[in-house]
């Protein structure tokens, strides 16, 4: 059975920094695409970041551009997001996401989700 | 980016009833277009993509329709089950893909 598991959310003051991990199992992420998908509280699903299977493409929301880092060790099966210059209004659920298949953003696998709040 | 707007917000329906929920693009998105359902506390799960094609797994009262800009999700006999909040999805352009607001359905 596929499974993704997040790992990493917490409490951190604005400006400051949290690195998010996803570890996967029952696939290999060497053939899959990677996302991350947030949800702030009581709103709708937003998109956040995009790694390619082999982690040489990388594609990020406007509001995370520049903040935020995905990142990939297929030979862990763990995906990665580094978050730098945290805002208040990056407070979200962040989950991990597989892609269906290749060139296509159907996202058929979803982790549990971890909480990520910025607050002073 | 393509914008998603669904409709209507909530929806309460009774079981045994149909329920319908409402997706639009503000252009053209063949039927690059997928559902999910988020039940409270849980992560999103993938119901339809392709517009109409069923994920595996998702019982047969599940069903989407639509092409270009108008989409829609029928649940054809409401479950107490179904209670939830369910999102549509653009992936014919990306980056970015798209999510509609959500709509919340009630039992």
């Known amino acids: 059975q596929e499974h993704l598991v997040e790992s990493g959310g917490g409490v951190v003051q604005p400006g400051g920094s949290l690195r998010l991990s996803c570890a996967a199992s029952?696939?290999?992420?060497?053939?899959?695409?990677m996302h991350w998908v947030r949800q702030a509280p009581g709103k709708g699903l937003v998109w956040v970041a995009f790694?390619?299977?082999?982690?040489?493409?990388?594609y990020y929301g406007d509001n995370v551009k520049g903040r935020f880092t995905i990142s990939r060790d297929n030979s862990k099966n763990t995906v990665y997001l580094q978050m730098n210059r945290l805002r208040v209004d990056d407070t979200a659920v962040y989950y991990c996401?597989?892609?269906?298949?290749?060139?296509?953003?159907?996202?058929?696998?979803w982790g549990q989700g971890t909480t990520v709040t910025v607050s002073s | 980016e393509v914008v998603m707007t669904q409709s209507p917000a909530t929806l309460s329906v009774s079981p045994g009833e149909r329920a319908t929920i409402s997706c639009r693009a503000s252009?053209?998105?063949?039927?690059?277009l997928a559902w999910y359902q988020q039940k409270p506390g849980q992560a999103p799960r993938l119901l339809i993509y392709?517009?109409?094609t069923t994920a595996p797994g998702i019982p047969a009262r599940f069903s989407g329709s639509g092409s270009g800009t108008e989409f829609t999700l029928t649940i054809s006999s409401l479950q107490s089950e179904d209670l939830a909040v369910y999102h549509c999805?653009?992936?014919?352009?990306?980056?970015?893909?798209?999510f509609g607001q959500g709509t919340k359905l009630d039992i």
């Open positions: 996401v597989k892609d269906m298949r290749y060139l296509e953003w159907i996202m058929d696998v």
């Open positions: 029952g696939f290999s992420l060497t053939i899959h695409g």
């Open positions: 790694t390619s299977y082999d982690g040489l493409n990388t």
């Open positions: 252009e053209s998105i063949n039927t690059k």
């Open positions: 392709g517009a109409s």
């Open positions: 999805q653009q992936y014919s352009t990306w980056p970015p893909t798209t």
